[in-house]
């Protein structure tokens, strides 16, 4: 499985970015069936589930920190999931990842061991 991410880049306190990550063709035979997950990591902490999708879409997670800022979608036509992030802090400043993490349709994981495949990372960089 091969999970490309796109979208990172540099921008200031209150900016916004749109993260993207698309399966490569034939990488899933139903992509309906990963839950997929957005990480972040930042040199000296620990990686840390940023939001989480079902399968179906039906069911989403968000931790403390962004809920109410960014926003986890997908379409699962164009297996492809996205992190919408607005009013972006210097403290959202890390190396984002996708992942995804199988027999999930109807639930998703917030935690990095549930997750099978990754994708190679973004980076996020927010100046104040």
């Known amino acids: 499985v091969q999970l490309q991410a796109s979208g990172g880049g540099s921008v200031q306190t209150g900016g916004s970015l749109r993260l993207s990550c698309t399966a490569s063709?034939?990488?899933?035979?139903?992509?309906?069936?990963?839950?997929m997950g957005w990480f972040r990591h930042t040199p000296g902490k620990e990686r840390e589930c940023v939001s989480a999708?079902?399968?179906?879409?039906?069911?989403?997670w968000y931790t403390y920190s962004v809920k109410g800022r960014f926003t986890i979608s997908r379409d699962n036509a164009k297996n492809t999931v996205y992190l919408q992030m607005d009013s972006l802090k210097p403290e959202d400043t890390a190396v984002y990842y996708c992942?995804?993490?199988?027999?999930?349709?109807?639930?998703?994981?917030?935690?990095?061991?549930?997750?099978?495949?990754w994708g190679q990372g973004t980076l996020v960089t927010v100046s104040s």
């Open positions: 999708i079902s399968g179906s879409g039906g069911g989403t």
């Open positions: 063709e034939g990488s899933f035979s139903d992509y309906s069936d990963y839950s």
């Open positions: 992942a995804a993490a199988p027999n999930s349709r109807a639930t998703y994981y917030f935690r990095a061991y549930e997750y099978s495949s």
